[in-house]
T-cell receptor, first 114, second 116 residues
Framework: EPEVTQTPSHQVTQMGQEVILRCVPI?????FYWYRQILGQKVEFLVSFYNNEISEKSEIFDDQFSVERPDGSNFTLKIRSTKLEDSAMYFC????????????FGSGTQLSVL | GNSVTQMEGPVTLSEEAFLTINCTYTATGYPSLFWYVQYPGEGLQLLLKATKADDKGSNKGFEATYRKETTSFHLEKGSVQVSDSAVYFCALSEEGYGGSQGNLIFGKGTKLSVKP
């Protein structure tokens, strides 16, 4: 079965540094998402992306965050100036159409901000 | 706002035991309900879903019934296996049919460990 690939699996960074989390969605999918899970807390929706623009975002997704689809295969999440509270597992997901209830998730990137 | 509450883990069972993981939700409108599973080192995978009241989702021996009257979607399996060891997430989709299904609302997850 096709899968969503995320890299790196672990990322350690210093507070204030920029990080880019990378995702390769399934090739024929058109809708892309980022979620995160802070340790011990719920998986939270961050942003959805379609047709090269953000279609929806949560309150968490402030000006420090941005997403990009720089080419035909990658989907990235950038955190401009990391804070301690950004430490979390970040999940990328994709689906092939809006209204399709089956999201395919990657295995996540564990971000640790020191 | 909408939310999902599921039982705290971890849950440890012996092989062939009966499993129940409770999940209740708060929502306006008519959400769709899901169970996702995350095996060690892998991404979340859709296990089963139900889109309207009284629907029963089932897959791999797991079942859950959408109970509007009790706002619940409890996950059950009659006989667990060691390979079922994973983290299970209950989730709802705010829009229901035809809306944007991508912004799911998840519970915290329940870790299940099955011992041989």
């Amino acid at each position: 079965e096709p899968e969503v690939t995320q890299t790196p699996s672990h990322q350690v960074t210093q507070m204030g540094q920029e990080v880019i989390l990378r995702c390769v969605p399934i090739s024929n999918h058109l809708y892309f998402y980022w979620y995160r899970q802070i340790l011990g807390q719920k998986v939270e929706f961050l942003v959805s992306f379609y047709n090269n623009e953000i279609s929806e975002k949560s309150e968490i997704f402030d000006d420090q965050f941005s997403v990009e689809r720089p080419d035909g295969s990658n989907f990235t999440l950038k955190i401009r100036s990391t804070k301690l509270e950004d430490s979390a597992m970040y999940f990328c997901a994709s689906s092939n159409r809006q209204g399709n209830e089956k999201l395919f998730f990657g295995s996540g990137t564990q971000l640790s901000v020191l | 706002g909408n939310s999902v509450t599921q039982m705290e883990g971890p849950v440890t069972l012996s092989e062939e035991a009966f499993l129940t993981i409770n999940c209740t939700y708060t929502a306006t409108g008519y959400p769709s309900l899901f169970w996702y599973v995350q095996y060690p080192g892998e991404g979340l995978q859709l296990l089963l879903k139900a889109t309207k009241a009284d629907d029963k989702g089932s897959n791999k021996g797991f079942e859950a019934t959408y109970r509007k009257e009790t706002t619940s979607f409890h996950l059950e399996k009659g006989s667990v296996q060691v390979s079922d060891s994973a983290v299970y997430f209950c989730a709802l989709s705010e829009e229901g049919y035809g809306g944007s299904q991508g912004n799911l609302i998840f519970g915290k997850g329940t870790k299940l460990s099955v011992k041989p």
